[in-house]
């Protein structure tokens, strides 16, 4: 098992690659967004709003819409709780969240995802995903089991093999700039 500090050395080499790869590819979300009908089936997809160098989900939201699903974006309404889910169109207002993230605001619909499309730090084709550290995605995926989950990166996070704790919920597929890729 990784030990915290191990996990936290981790976490901030995958930041700085992150924000390598987000400098040296600044239209990697764009080609990423035209791999969009590639994603599994789900009525309802979860997207995120991007926060510092993580892959922008703008140009998917676009493409999304147009396949004709719904979109909803998580929200922070409890701390150490799962998402919320609310209903969002691109160009509708957002507010801050309690963890500072932009969100639907207060009178949008809460939903339930058939896809959770997931920020990263790092991924390997086991499925296995490094997160922030909050753990709101994995009481998220604890919560909605049969949501698919999906995560969205820049092909070079992906590494050889993370050590996952019995709470990490693992990846169904990753999209990134090369395309979709389910794991077994």
């Excluded at 992150?18 to 035209?34: G, T, V």
């Excluded at 989900?57 to 799962?82: K, W």
Aim: glycine share 10%; hydrophobic share 45%; aromatic share 6%.
């Amino acid at each position: 098992m990784a030990t915290s500090s191990d996990k936290s050395e981790l976490r901030r080499a995958a930041r700085a690659l992150r924000r390598r790869l987000a400098e040296a590819d600044p239209q990697a979300a764009m080609r990423a967004a035209e791999h969009a009908h590639a994603l599994p089936d789900g009525a309802v997809a979860a997207l995120y709003r991007a926060a510092g160098s993580e892959l922008d989900t703008e140009a998917l939201a676009l493409a999304l819409v147009a396949g004709g699903r719904r979109l909803c974006l998580p929200v922070v309404v409890q701390r150490d709780a799962p998402l919320v889910f609310r209903t969002w169109a691109p160009g509708e207002a957002l507010a801050l969240d309690l963890a500072g993230c932009a969100a639907p605001l207060l009178g949008a619909t809460e939903v339930s995802p058939d896809l959770i499309v997931t920020p990263l730090l790092a991924f390997d084709a086991f499925g296995g995903r490094l997160g922030q550290g909050g753990g709101y995605y994995d009481r998220t995926f604890a919560e909605r089991p049969a949501a698919l989950r999906v995560g969205f990166a820049y092909a070079g996070q992906e590494v050889e093999r993370l050590v996952l704790e019995p709470h990490d919920a693992r990846l169904h597929g990753v999209l990134t700039e090369r395309g979709y890729r389910a794991f077994p």
